[in-house]
């Protein structure tokens, strides 16, 4: 149980306790002062009248708790039910002052049925008739110390006004207290409520995360198994066909033979490493304008297009995201030409800034109508710059093509130049 619900249950414990006391304490009062008159039957002389007011008082206590709660709550209805209590306790009092024990009850009643200064004026007029039980009945105002009553009732007004206001303030103390548990119970529910919802929009992100993560890494594995497989099983079957139209020379078809076995090499290595994730063995072996050149001069091997590679800036290694990016882009975009452009000549430039470094490619093919549908056989429609560009704009990255027919095609990847060790 936590320490909000224990101090919740202690104080309703508290309150039950007072409410039983605060209603049993007249009756009780009550019945001992008529006791004492039935005890006193033989020596008092206004015992029947006595007990007759006492049944008139107790009936007076009794109807009060028939009421209907929107009548108990009419303050004027409430203060004449006190008025009336008043009455028969100075009455009681006057006939015998042993009756001053039931009288307390008016300070119980003051605090429970008036309000504001009302409280007050109802703690006093109690004193004053409990003065009269203090000095020992009416009779001792009427004789020569009568001046008793005056003096005591003065000092029963000032102790009870002190006490009643400490009660009072005492009673505030617990109400601001009530009200701040019950603020406090409200809030701890609203904080259960919104933790259950928390877990419940955790568990939802987890699982997205999780699909998401899965999607992912099948973006991934496409765009690995398209920037490598895919185009070395390319390589390898022009390549193959190559041979096959070269059978009788057999110069050039061990040339086209080896070819292939060199890419079909190159392509078991690069996909172990896919599948474990590792960076291409280009970029692990030397940096990226090396890569790249490597890259190129086996490309141009293969397709007899003549090639070239400008590098300008400071050439330094960045984050490994970025240079895989910018080599792939490179493959893609050579394979894109060879398969489609019809170029005699590509070049491409790789730059170094300060804050972003791009690879610009450019051929001197037929390009074509960049506002044309795209065809998954296009060289801007099919699934390789379409994951060029993804895997670009991963990155905070910009890929721009500009073509028209006839003219070649510019391609530029631009991609923020984050070293080694930084944060994506």
Not at 22 to 49: C, G, H, Q, R
Not at 337 to 346: C, E, L, T
């Amino acid at each position: 149980m936590s320490v909000e619900a224990r101090l919740r249950e202690e104080f309703d414990r508290w309150e039950r306790q007072q409410t039983v006391v605060t209603k049993a304490l007249p009756y009780l009062l009550l019945a001992i002062s008529a006791m004492i008159t039935l005890l006193l039957w033989d020596v008092f002389e206004n015992a029947p009248l006595a007990l007759a007011l006492s049944a008139a008082a107790a009936a007076w206590l009794l109807w009060i708790k028939f009421l209907p709660a929107k009548a108990q709550e009419n303050s004027w209805l409430m203060a004449l039910h006190y008025a009336g209590l008043l009455l028969l306790s100075a009455a009681l009092v006057v006939l015998a002052a042993w009756y001053g024990i039931f009288a307390f009850v008016g300070y119980v009643h003051a605090f429970l049925f008036l309000r504001g200064a009302w409280r007050y004026v109802g703690v006093i007029i109690t004193s004053m008739i409990m003065s009269v039980s203090y000095i020992g009945g009416v009779e001792r105002i009427r004789a020569e110390e009568w001046w008793l009553w005056p003096a005591i009732c003065l000092v029963s007004i000032g102790l009870s006004v002190i006490f009643f206001f400490a009660a009072e303030t005492s009673d505030r103390q617990a109400l601001k207290q009530k009200r701040a548990l019950a603020e406090l119970h409200e809030a701890n529910v609203k904080l259960a409520a919104a933790l259950e919802e928390n877990a419940a929009l955790h568990a939802r992100l987890l699982v997205h995360a999780r699909r998401s993560g899965v999607m992912d890494e099948r973006q991934r594995m496409a765009s690995e198994i398209h920037d490598t497989l895919a185009q070395s099983l390319a390589g390898i079957l022009t390549q193959l066909q190559a041979a096959e139209q070269t059978l009788d020379d057999r110069r050039r078809l061990g040339k086209h033979l080896t070819n292939a076995i060199g890419l079909a090499r190159e392509s078991l290595a690069e996909a172990r490493r896919t599948v474990h994730a590792v960076e291409p063995a280009a970029l692990a072996e030397s940096r990226l304008p090396d890569a790249i050149d490597d890259c190129i001069e086996r490309w141009s091997a293969t397709t007899g297009i003549d090639v070239s590679l400008v590098t300008t800036g400071d050439s330094r290694p960045l984050h490994s995201d970025v240079e895989i990016t910018l080599l792939r882009a490179a493959q893609e975009a050579l394979t894109n030409v060879s398969k489609h452009a019809g170029a005699s000549r590509v070049g491409l430039t790789l730059s170094y800034m300060d804050d972003v470094i791009s690879l610009d490619v450019r051929d001197d093919g037929s390009g074509f109508d960049p506002g044309a549908a795209p065809s998954e056989n296009g060289p801007d429609g099919g699934f390789g710059l379409i994951s060029m560009r993804k895997r670009i704009q991963r990155l905070a990255g910009r890929l721009e093509i500009e073509t028209r027919p006839g003219a070649g095609t510019a391609l530029s990847a631009s991609l923020p130049a984050i070293p080694v060790g930084g944060a994506l």
